[in-house]
């Protein structure tokens, strides 16, 4: 069975630091590209960050680049978000998803997800 | 950067009715880059349709996808109760919808 368990989540002030990280099981982790998406309490989906089965690249949404870094270690099936500088608009569940990659792009696997609460 | 939007943002229905949904993007994409996802309240998002029209492992017949260019839809033939939810697409593994919640007339 296919699971994604993410972790880290909490409360942390204006400007702070997070470190979330998602550990896989039941499928092989490094023939993915492992993403992060967050969701703002009452809010839509918001894809955040993903990254290359083999790491050599990463991409971000332009609301957190230069703040977060995603990284992978596939011989440990798991995936990290480093958050720094954080704000408040940065609040939200944040799920960890699989996607094949290729020509049919899909989010087949998600986490159940972990709180992130960014508040003075 | 591609641009999705959804609508309606809200829809009424009561079950056995036929839900249309609508994902418009902001240029021209190619179907395959596609997919839709179903959420309820409290749980992850969950894989309905990849592809534009291709339907995920275990999701049932009467959801379907359709739609090319700029134009797609998500089609669910008769509403069953555990149908009510929140819908999303998604182009190229990134960018999602706003989201349009089908919920009880």
């Known amino acids: ?120 | 950067e591609i641009v999705l939007t959804q609508s309606p943002g809200t829809l009424s229905l009561s079950p056995g009715e036929r839900a249309t949904l609508s994902c418009r993007a902001s240029q021209s994409v190619t179907s395959t880059y596609l997919a839709w996802y179903q959420q309820k309240p409290g749980q992850a998002p969950r894989l309905l349709i990849y592809g534009a029209s291709s339907r995920a492992t275990g999701i049932p017949d009467r959801f379907s996808g359709s739609g090319s260019g700029t134009d797609f839809t998500l089609t669910i033939s008769r509403l069953e109760p555990e149908d009510f939810a929140v819908y999303y697409c998604q182009h190229r593994g990134s960018s999602f919808g706003g989201g349009t919640k089908v919920e009880f007339k």
């Open chain 1, 1 to 120: 069975e296919v699971q994604l368990v993410e972790s880290g989540g909490g409360l942390v002030q204006p400007g702070g630091s997070l470190r979330l990280s998602c550990a896989g099981s039941g499928f092989i982790l490094s023939s993915y590209w492992m993403n992060w998406v967050r969701q703002a309490p009452g809010k839509g989906l918001e894809w955040v960050a993903n990254i290359k089965p083999d790491g050599s690249e990463r991409w971000y949404v332009d609301s957190v680049k230069g703040r977060f870094t995603i990284s992978r270690d596939n011989a440990k099936s798991s995936l990290s978000l480093q958050m720094n500088n954080l704000r408040a608009e940065d609040t939200a569940l944040y799920y960890c998803a699989t996607d094949p990659g290729g020509y049919y792009p899909r989010f087949e696997y998600w986490g159940q997800g972990t709180p992130v609460t960014v508040s003075s």
